[in-house]
């Protein structure tokens, strides 16, 4: 299942490889072309060393404050800003020699003398023996600076084309890995010499940015994915892997609940709360997911708040979507729960049928009693089971899908209806001391009936086989869902 991860799985392939090597990053302004070179030097095992002829040394620090603590570690900074005049200057100490540099027969390592001096420098750094990794950012700055207003006149001992080819030439002459950033994403030379290509995009999906990375080349390496959804938060580049919707979810861990707030149901996770709230005792919450979501992705959110309702002493009532079963519930919970507190603490309603040697069969609804008005049938076992221990400090929850509420209306016509259930809805909050969860497609009449009670409103959708939330009420930014770890139910990633 999808992980929060420090680089795309293929760009750490691609850092194993042998140098020399050479990999172009691209990209607008802002779309986190420097905070992934610094992800690239961090994770990079030899000599790191850090070109910049955007922005200075100090900013650098100031801006990246995991940066600085890496420079003890071994990362060097050359700052391009404080040097000289560049090739115009450099031209015209070299003028003696002007016509053996142009002649084309001329020697490689006379022509090297042209390139930027930090160039120069950054390479009489490196070893013959020892890999290092060189970033050059930006690449347009430094050369930009370095041919000066010779470029524009025709003036120049050299063009930028010669510059550009010369540097990889020089670079590839020892174990160097460059990074080579441009803010230029038309097509150019530099695309047919480079070994790996990455291209950064900022983007608005529902109001709300979107951060892509795309992997256009990375020569040795299969690409499995070609795109990555990352985040910028806290100056750090974090991306997400696929999410796998086949794997199996469990509940926990559980966050602990750092203080008791009455009047609200604790829902097992730290980002849950940060960025939605804890969900108020006889208040409703909608999940509304994309059709192209796996309910896989709603049930590892959802879960870690029904375990912490079982774990502190109340109860769950589930109307479960077709093809989940009782024993499929449970293995959800099992890590978190004992099982014979999961058969007393739970009840669902379900279109599976069930045999009555079934170890779950107890917490099956089976009464098909109807009753009379808006509610529908099966009702009272169900608000019967929720209200029966009236206690505010041990709250109940309901689980709804509306997949199962139109599978159950199929087979019995009237029992739901988008007509009756806000009225089967404020029942339950009414008379037992819950909280309601209601997931559907956003397009569903089901949701459109009870939408106007929510009090939370969370959209789930799905792009490139990953997984955004976002909230609608309360607002929030875009999130990337990926799997926990050892002391985590999930992770939510802010795109920012």
């Given at each position: 299942?999808?992980?929060?991860?420090?680089?795309?799985?293929?760009?750490?392939?691609?850092?194993?490889?042998?140098?020399?090597?050479?990999?172009?990053?691209?990209?607008?302004?802002?779309?986190?072309?420097?905070?992934?070179?610094?992800?690239?030097?961090?994770?990079?095992?030899g000599?790191?060393?850090?070109?910049?002829?955007?922005v200075?040394?100090?900013e650098?620090?100031?801006?990246?404050?995991?940066?600085?603590?890496?420079?003890?570690?071994?990362?060097?900074?050359?700052?391009?800003?404080?040097?000289?005049?560049?090739?115009?200057?450099?031209?015209?100490?070299?003028?003696?020699?002007?016509?053996?540099?142009?002649?084309?027969?001329?020697?490689?390592?006379?022509?090297?003398l042209?390139?930027?001096?930090?160039?120069?420098?950054?390479?009489?750094?490196?070893?013959?023996?020892?890999?290092?990794m060189?970033?050059?950012?930006?690449?347009?700055?430094?050369?930009?600076?370095?041919?000066?207003?010779?470029?524009?006149?025709?003036?120049?001992?050299?063009?930028?084309?010669?510059?550009?080819?010369?540097?990889?030439?020089?670079?590839?002459?020892?174990?160097?890995?460059?990074?080579i950033?441009?803010?230029d994403?038309?097509?150019?030379h530099?695309?047919?010499?480079?070994?790996?290509?990455?291209?950064?995009?900022?983007?608005?999906?529902?109001?709300?940015?979107?951060?892509?990375?795309?992997?256009?080349?990375?020569?040795?390496?299969?690409?499995?994915?070609?795109?990555?959804?990352?985040?910028?938060?806290s100056?750090?580049?974090?991306?997400?892997?696929?999410?796998d919707?086949?794997?199996?979810?469990?509940?926990?861990?559980?966050?602990?609940?750092?203080?008791?707030?009455?009047?609200?149901?604790?829902?097992?996770?730290?980002?849950?709360?940060?960025?939605?709230?804890?969900?108020?005792?006889?208040?409703?919450?909608?999940?509304?997911?994309?059709?192209?979501?796996?309910?896989?992705?709603?049930?590892?959110?959802?879960?870690?708040?029904?375990?912490?309702?079982?774990?502190?002493?109340?109860?769950?009532?589930?109307?479960?979507?077709?093809?989940?079963?009782?024993?499929?519930?449970?293995?959800?919970?099992?890590?978190?729960?004992?099982r014979?507190?999961?058969?007393?603490?739970?009840?669902?309603?379900?279109?599976?049928p069930?045999?009555?040697?079934?170890?779950?069969?107890?917490?099956?609804?089976?009464?098909?009693t109807?009753?009379?008005?808006?509610?529908?049938?099966?009702?009272?076992d169900?608000?019967?089971?929720?209200?029966?221990?009236?206690?505010?400090?041990?709250?109940?929850?309901?689980?709804?899908?509306?997949?199962?509420?139109?599978?159950?209306?199929?087979?019995?016509?009237?029992?739901?209806?988008?007509?009756?259930?806000?009225?089967?809805?404020?029942?339950?909050?009414?008379?037992?001391?819950?909280?309601?969860?209601?997931?559907?497609?956003?397009?569903?009449?089901?949701?459109?009936?009870?939408?106007?009670?929510?009090?939370?409103?969370?959209?789930?959708?799905?792009?490139?086989?990953?997984?955004?939330?976002?909230?609608i009420?309360?607002?929030?930014?875009?999130?990337?869902?990926?799997?926990?770890d050892?002391?985590?139910?999930?992770?939510?990633l802010?795109?920012?």
């Open positions: 299942m999808g992980a929060i991860l420090d680089l795309p799985v293929e760009l750490s392939s691609f850092l194993s490889r042998k140098p020399p090597q050479t990999l172009l990053i691209r990209g607008a302004p802002g779309t986190g072309k420097t905070t992934l070179a610094l992800a690239l030097l961090r994770a990079f095992p000599k790191r060393i850090y070109v910049t002829g955007r200075s040394a100090d650098i620090s100031r801006d990246y404050p995991d940066f600085a603590s890496n420079e003890a570690g071994g990362v060097t900074l050359v700052d391009d800003r404080q040097r000289g005049k560049g090739l115009a200057s450099a031209a015209k100490a070299l003028n003696a020699v002007h016509k053996l540099i142009a002649d084309p027969n001329a020697d490689e390592d006379l022509r090297s042209l390139l930027p001096s930090e160039v120069l420098d950054a390479w009489s750094r490196s070893s013959s023996t020892e890999p290092v060189v970033v050059l950012d930006s690449w347009d700055a430094i050369v930009e600076k370095h041919l000066g207003s010779r470029s524009a006149t025709g003036d120049a001992p050299a063009s930028r084309h010669d510059i550009e080819r010369w540097l990889l030439d020089q670079m590839n002459e020892g174990p160097v890995f460059t990074v950033i441009v803010e994403r038309k097509a150019n530099f695309e047919y010499l480079v070994n790996g290509i990455v291209t950064l995009d900022l983007q608005t999906t529902d109001d709300r940015p979107e951060r892509w990375l795309h992997i256009e080349k990375l020569r040795g390496v299969r690409i499995a994915s070609p795109a990555y959804p990352f985040s910028l938060e100056a750090r580049f974090r991306c997400a892997g696929h999410f919707s086949q794997a199996p979810i469990h509940a926990g861990p559980l966050h602990p609940e750092p203080h008791h707030l009455p009047g609200t149901i604790w829902p097992g996770s730290q980002e849950y709360a940060e960025f939605f709230g804890r969900p108020h005792i006889g208040r409703l919450t909608l999940v509304e997911k994309d059709h192209e979501v796996s309910d896989n992705a709603v049930r590892l959110v959802i879960a870690p708040l029904i375990a912490s309702v079982l774990v502190n002493g109340g109860r769950t009532f589930g109307v479960l979507p077709p093809r989940l079963s009782p024993a499929d519930v449970w293995r959800i919970f099992e890590s978190v729960v004992p014979d507190e999961f058969l007393r603490r739970v009840r669902l309603e379900t279109t599976a069930i045999d009555e040697e079934d170890e779950f069969h107890s917490i099956v609804l089976h009464d098909r109807s009753t009379t008005g808006a509610v529908g049938h099966r009702t009272p169900a608000l019967r089971f929720l209200s029966e221990k009236q206690d505010p400090t041990h709250p109940n929850l309901s689980v709804v899908w509306t997949s199962a509420l139109q599978a159950l209306d199929a087979r019995e016509p009237g029992a739901y209806t988008p007509e009756n259930l806000p009225a089967i809805a404020q029942m339950y909050l009414r008379h037992a001391v819950m909280h309601m969860v209601i997931i559907g497609n956003p397009d569903d009449a089901f949701m459109d009936a009870v939408r106007p009670m929510a009090e939370t409103r969370i959209a789930v959708s799905a792009r490139n086989g990953r997984v955004f939330l976002h909230g009420d309360p607002p929030t930014p875009n999130l990337l869902l990926s799997t926990g050892s002391g985590s139910p999930f992770r939510l802010r795109v920012v």
